[in-house]
Nanobody, 124 residues
Framework: VQLQASGGGFVQAGGSLRLSCAYSGSGFEYMSIGWFRQAPGKEREGTSCISRLPAFTEYAEPVKGRYTISRDNAKKAVYLQMNNLQPEDAAIYYC??????????????????WGRGTQVTVSS
């Protein structure tokens, strides 16, 4: 299993970005996928996740109402639409997969496979 995050970039406060996570390997439809971020000097934190059941998603409080996670099983991809970005959202964003039959979680140590991150920079 390999995951690759892309779509990061530089935006001004209030702007938007759409991140993509490409999954290669088998079993994507059984995986929950999470998006995590890590800013310099800070711990990695979960922002959003989507379960194998498309109806279930989870968001961290700081991003609720601004971020939307979605998945396309046919393309083996997960997307993170980020709106109204603020300087505190700047970080390296990672996607990760979790093989679980239940709801996804925003706990990093629950995830088995991680991709390389993509940098998000937000200017004030």
């Amino acid at each position: 299993v390999q995951l690759q995050a892309s779509g990061g970039g530089f935006v001004q406060a209030g702007g938007s970005l759409r991140l993509s996570c490409a999954y290669s390997g088998s079993g994507f439809e059984y995986m929950s996928i999470g998006w995590f971020r890590q800013a310099p000097g800070k711990e990695r934190e979960g922002t959003s996740c989507i379960s194998r059941l498309p109806a279930f998603t989870e968001y961290a409080e700081p991003v609720k109402g601004r971020y939307t996670i979605s998945r396309d099983n046919a393309k083996k991809a997960v997307y993170l639409q980020m709106n109204n970005l603020q300087p505190e959202d700047a970080a390296i964003y990672y996607c990760a997969s979790q093989d679980t039959a239940g709801h996804c979680m925003l706990t990093a140590n629950r995830y088995h496979y991680w991709g390389r991150g993509t940098q998000v920079t937000v200017s004030s």
